[in-house]
């Protein structure tokens, strides 16, 4: 497998925690240090859960394949639905970067990548760069996604709007994931 195949692959892995990045991004004050803790979450998540897969294939292969996409779904749609049904505070504790809230929507966002690893482990492809690169092009697509977002919350000036709209965001994810396992 080339790199340029591989580097598709990350964009395409990145793209849920990317999206995910842009509500954050319409839901906090930004400074660099915020949007850098942002990405350094979903980068270390892709590259982590993409690491593990290719290591714990044989574990995980018959366990996580059948229903990783439901529980990226799930998730993302708890998040999402909860994010649009709570006052604006509540919404602000879902869209935290503090550890709990921020690992739940990393691991919910990077199932996908648990499944690339075991399928690299399948092909006998070694992890080591291309989980390298899917996690720093999630880093760079997140780190982006909240200065867009920003961008965002300027044209949107009202804050229903976004915080309904950011739910609207991660439920689509979730759809789009359900979608893409039963469209494969």
């Given at each position: 497998?080339?790199?340029?195949?591989?580097?598709?692959?990350?964009?395409?892995?990145?793209?849920?925690?990317?999206?995910?990045?842009?509500?954050?991004?319409?839901?906090?004050?930004?400074?660099?240090?915020?949007?850098?803790?942002?990405?350094?979450?979903?980068?270390?998540?892709?590259?982590?859960?993409?690491?593990?897969?290719?290591?714990?294939?044989?574990?995980?292969?018959?366990?996580?394949?059948?229903?990783?996409?439901?529980?990226?779904?799930?998730?993302?749609?708890?998040?999402?639905?909860?994010?649009m049904l709570h006052s604006?505070?509540?919404?602000?504790?879902?869209?935290?970067?503090?550890?709990?809230?921020?690992?739940?929507?990393?691991?919910?966002?990077?199932?996908?990548?648990?499944?690339?690893?075991?399928?690299?482990?399948?092909?006998?492809?070694?992890?080591?760069?291309?989980?390298?690169?899917?996690?720093?092009?999630?880093?760079?697509?997140?780190?982006?996604?909240?200065?867009?977002?920003?961008?965002?919350?300027?044209?949107?000036?009202?804050?229903?709007?976004?915080?309904?709209?950011?739910?609207?965001?991660?439920?689509?994810?979730?759809?789009?994931?359900?979608?893409?396992?039963?469209?494969?």
């Amino acid at each position: 497998m080339g790199y340029l195949s591989i580097l598709l692959i990350a964009i395409a892995l990145a793209s849920d925690a990317f999206a995910a990045s842009l509500t954050f991004g319409m839901t906090k004050k930004i400074v660099v240090r915020y949007a850098f803790k942002i990405a350094l979450y979903f980068g270390f998540f892709q590259w982590l859960m993409a690491f593990s897969g290719w290591f714990f294939c044989l574990f995980f292969r018959s366990v996580i394949e059948p229903v990783d996409h439901w529980i990226s779904f799930g998730l993302l749609v708890a998040i999402g639905i909860n994010t649009m049904l709570h006052s604006r505070e509540e919404a602000q504790k879902v869209n935290s970067t503090s550890i709990g809230p921020m690992v739940f929507i990393s691991l919910a966002t990077s199932v996908d990548a648990l499944a690339t690893g075991v399928s690299f482990s399948v092909l006998n492809i070694d992890i080591i760069i291309p989980s390298l690169i899917i996690g720093s092009i999630t880093f760079l697509l997140s780190f982006i996604g909240v200065y867009l977002g920003k961008k965002l919350k300027k044209i949107i000036k009202n804050q229903s709007i976004i915080y309904c709209l950011s739910g609207l965001i991660l439920i689509i994810i979730g759809f789009s994931i359900l979608l893409e396992h039963f469209l494969t």
